[in-house]
């Protein structure tokens, strides 16, 4: 049986890609945290192969038992793998999610690398991914489910989940937006509503939406709340997703789980790349926007995290 390392760092979007591939390849992975010093800013081309940029400790949980595989993702860890390959003498293969720029791109068993985002290099160890790779899959979605059934089970259906971001680098979620989106969200059918916010939400808007959804049919959770996080067991629960425009993991999760999703952009300042990512989503029927009114249709289920599994195991027996 192959192995496999998961090399985290403190980015949670990161995380979720990185745990979606390794979970869904189906080989015993062991995760390891990886936390940075100030060096970390050193460019690639400057950290090369080498463990500079990484703690100590960090840097002691990876000297030895080299894995088949390692997967990373984004520009600080890259280095990191490519030194765990050199110091495998070449048995490690790596599986790079976003592009890390030119440094060593070559050494990659696979890069995935996001339609949404420019890239011109024609590179054959490249795999195009429509979003983000997720962990959303049908067992998970029935064990969240089931875990959520005495929280979730009793709201009657049709159910709608309200998956909330908030402000960016470009763009602060004004209540401006929070107030359209309400009147929008209203204006869907449904008799029972989940609502959870981010991080990334201002208190101001959060406090809005808990008195504009308040009532019995409306299960509403915040990331302060200490209850455990029922974002999975919404997806499982709900029979149509409204998600904000600004994450692009989050609409990825939402698509994934088969339903009806609309993406809210209203007077939002959506990055290019986002646009071009939501456009992607329209295209395939994955999702559509939110209008004015409700628009009902089938849609297609994106299964991108099992595509990316099904082409690693193929590469890997023809290697």
């Not at 192995?3 to 890609?17: C, I, M, P, V, Y």
Request: with cysteine; charged share 25%.
């Amino acid at each position: 049986m192959k192995t496999l390392w998961a090399l985290l760092d403190d980015r949670a979007g990161n995380k979720s890609q990185v745990l979606g591939v390794a979970e869904a390849l189906g080989f015993p992975f062991d995760i390891k945290e990886i936390s940075y010093t100030k060096w970390v800013k050193l460019p690639n081309c400057l950290r090369g192969r080498t463990f500079i940029g990484i703690s100590k400790k960090s840097k002691e949980a990876l000297q030895s038992d080299y894995p088949d595989f390692v997967v990373s993702a984004g520009r600080r860890l890259y280095p990191v793998a490519r030194a765990i390959r050199k110091a495998s003498k070449g048995k490690t293969k790596i599986i790079h999610l976003m592009n890390p720029g030119c440094a060593g791109f070559d050494e990659a068993f696979l890069m995935l690398i996001p339609e949404h985002d420019v890239f011109n290099k024609n590179a054959k160890n490249v795999m195009r991914t429509l979003g983000a790779p997720h962990r959303i899959t049908e067992k998970k979605l029935k064990e969240e489910g089931a875990k959520f059934d005495d929280v979730l089970g009793g709201y009657p259906s049709p159910r709608l989940a309200l998956i909330v971001g908030g402000s960016t680098k470009t763009s602060p979620f004004t209540m401006e937006m929070a107030k359209t989106l309400v009147h929008k969200v209203k204006a869907c059918t449904y008799t029972s509503l989940f609502v959870t916010t981010s991080r990334r939400t201002p208190k101001e808007v959060e406090d809005y939406l808990k008195e504009s959804f308040k009532g019995k049919s409306c299960y509403f959770y915040t990331p302060s709340d200490k209850a455990e996080n029922p974002y999975f067991g919404f997806l499982a629960h709900a029979d149509k997703i409204i998600v904000t425009g600004d994450s692009i993991s989050m609409c990825t999760e939402a698509c994934a789980t088969g339903k009806p999703v609309y993406i809210f952009t209203d007077s939002m300042n959506i990055p290019v790349k986002h646009q071009r990512f939501h456009k992607g989503l329209y295209a395939i029927d994955a999702a559509r926007p939110l209008l004015k009114t409700e628009q009902k249709f089938e849609p297609n289920r994106l299964l991108m995290t099992e595509e990316i599994a099904k082409k690693i195991h193929q590469m890997d027996e023809e290697a």
